[in-house]
Structure formats: C-alpha cells, structure tokens
C-alpha cells in the first residue's frame, strides 16, 4: 500500500465533495475512480472535473460495493452521514467522513459502536481547520508553552451567508443539525485540541436576524441561525468563545484565532496568514505591569505559508494538509489523526448551544452526550 496508488469513491459530488476530488488532484499518488451521488447533475459535475475518467454511481452502495476504492470520502448532506456510514463500516474501506459527523448524538454512539466491530480500514472526520498553517503554528507555540499556562481562546467568524446547495438542503436545521453544529463545529473542536480538555458546559445567545426571511421552499421558510455569541467552559477554569455573524462578508480577515495565557497572546487572521505573538514583561511578579496595550510593542508579526501546498481551496490550504496526512495514515497503517469521538463532541457543543438559545440558560454537556462521555 506505500507505494500503490491511491483509489478514492467520492460520496456526495455538490461542493464539497468536488472540493475533496481538486485536493485529491492536486496531492498526487492518487486517483479518484468512482463517484456516487443521486442527482443527476451533480454526477455530471464531478465527472466533467474528472474529464470523463471516473466510473459513475447513483446508489453509495454500488460504490461501496465496486471494487474500485481502496477509500471513500463521504461528502453527503449530514443527515444523511448515519445510513451512508452504516454501509462503509461494514466495510474494509478506509473512511473520510466529513463535518459534521452527524446531525444527532444519537447517531454518533451508533457509528462508534459499529466503528468498535470494523476489523480494517481507518476512520477520519474531516475537520481540517486545525491544519490551516497559521493555526497549526500558533497551536505549536502555544503547546510548548510560548504564552504560558491556557486560559482564554476568542474565535471570530464574519462572513457571507451560507452558499445555496442541492436541493436548499442547508436551509434547515432538521437537515444540518442547526448552523452551529453545521458550520461551527470545527471551531467548538479547535477550541478543545488548543485547549486538551474536553468542554463541561455552554451558553450561548443567537437567532435568524438578516439571512434567508424572505425565501421559501415547498412553502417553508429557512430556520437556520445567521449570528450568534457561545461561550465554551472547561474543567480547568479556561473558556472559549465564538462570535459568528454570516452577514458581514464586508471583511479583510473574516477568521480570526487568539489564544491567552497568563505569559501572553497569540493571534492567527485569515485568510492574510498573519500570526502575531507577544509575550508579557516581568510576568513572574506579583503584580503584572507589560508593555501598555494596544502599543504592538514586543509583538512578532510574521505571515505563515506552506509552500507545499498545491490547492489551497475553501479552507486556506488546511484540506489538503489533511488529505496528505489522512494519505500517509491510510499507506502507512497509522491511526487517524481525528476519530468519530472527536467529531461527536464537536457536534454535541453545538447541539448544547442550540439548547442553551432555544432555552436560555447555561446548558451542561452532561445533558446532551451519554453518561461517561
């Protein structure tokens, strides 16, 4: 297999799943060989990216059935993620399962139990955003304890409304999971790789005020949310946060990561690259007097690139890092790097925030995940 190159079935051909197959492409040592989807459209779509040479399915499971794959990247709407991934556990396939793993908790125990009796092939949830290289850098530094022990980290998405898909799919929550399991569940998952703890509790504060009141489908009006403010607590006392806007695309940098310890701050923008770390003076005293705020003085400024990045796509290059590394895995018999646990617990922090909006008040995540968890 270390030498062999790679077959990829590509599940679901809208967006993401022609995303996969440009990074696939562009990676190398690998070759896309079938592709399933039940529309029409969306089959021709991925079939003309692959210039005709790919064999074309209706049904996954004539895919998953085909011989032709040694991995499937399942790229179907999320809740449709629970049958689809029935199918290929009970396979030896190697699995790349998109974000958000799925749109119930219910359904994520289910793939871990199944996952537990899958004698070959890895198991990978793709939430890349930790691979995007100034995240990755300033994950590094923060991890060998550039800025001191953890206490605060500050995500801030502000951007455009969500893209229309097949069938307006990702209007609604019953579909998606709700935006903050949708869209968001890759930052409650960064915030716990930066932070090593698992997250206890969550408040959150959001609603529909700008995107998608006017539009109908089959006379249903979109339900997803367009803004929202999510505080994420950990055992240790640190916190997280999210500011999510999807009506301010009128950005420079529309992400923007910071991580503070008690011995300083880092920062990541997106999509300028630019990492910035300053560290406090005289931060062993008892009283803490650094440089004044706002001044820049004694902060590093420096944009992070990785020059052997071949497609930087949607996400700032951070997909194909990790089609690299999910390659390497899947040739070299390693374990994956993000397992269904992972993409479980990102999913429930964002069914806890819906929880806590929808209710408001703080909600445990003892509440929505099983007991042990």
């Known amino acids: 297999m270390a030498d062999k190159k790679l077959r990829y079935g590509i599940v679901g051909c809208g967006s993401m799943g022609r995303e996969h197959i440009e990074n696939i492409r562009a990676m190398g040592g690998a070759v896309v060989t079938a592709v399933a989807d039940p529309t029409a459209a969306s089959r021709q779509q991925a079939s003309e990216l692959l210039d005709g040479q790919v064999q074309l399915f209706e049904d996954h499971v004539d895919l ?7 991995a499937v990247v399942i ?40 996952a537990k009796a899958k004698k070959q092939g890895i198991v990978w949830v793709a939430q890349e ?15 060998e304890g550039g800025v001191g022990r953890l206490h605060q980290v500050a995500i ?48 959150a504060s959001g609603g529909q005020r700008v995107n998608h009141l006017d539009e109908q489908y089959d006379g249903r009006t979109p339900d997803i949310l367009d803004s929202a ?11 997280a946060s999210l500011d999510l806007c999807m009506f301010a695309e009128n950005s420079i940098d529309n992400e923007h990561v910071v991580i503070v310890g008690d011995e300083g701050k880092l920062e990541s923008l997106l999509p300028s690259g630019v990492l910035r770390h300053g560290r406090r003076e005289d931060w062993g005293r008892r009283q803490v007097w650094g440089q004044p705020s706002g001044t820049g003085k004694g902060v590093a400024v420096r944009q992070v690139r990785d020059t052997n990045i071949k497609y930087p796509g949607q996400h700032f290059g951070a997909s194909y890092v990790e089609h690299q590394r999910f390659a390497h895995a899947v040739r070299h018999g390693l374990a994956a790097e993000i397992g269904l646990e992972e993409g479980l617990r990102a999913v429930a922090t964002g069914l806890a925030a819906h929880k806590s909006i929808d209710e408001g008040r703080v909600v445990a995540l003892t509440e929505v995940l099983p007991a042990g968890w």
């Open 75 to 114: 790229a179907s709407p999320n809740v449709t993620h629970i049958q689809v991934m029935r199918d290929a556990l009970a396979t030896d396939l190697h699995i790349l399962v998109e974000k958000p793993l799925v749109t119930k908790v219910a359904d994520g125990v289910e793939m871990i139990e199944r």
């Open 129 to 143: 955003y930790r691979y995007m290289p100034p995240v990755a850098e300033m994950i590094r530094i923060a991890h």
């Open 64 to 70: 998953l059935k085909s011989g032709l794959c040694d």
């Open 156 to 203: 801030r998405e502000h951007r455009e409304p969500f893209y229309p898909k097949v069938g307006n799919w990702n209007r609604f929550s019953a579909n998606t999971g709700g935006t903050l399991v949708e869209k968001c569940c890759h930052y409650f998952n960064l915030m716990d790789v930066i932070l090593k703890e698992k997250p206890t509790r969550v408040f």
């Open 229 to 239: 403010y999510v505080i994420v607590e950990y055992p240790s006392g640190a916190r």
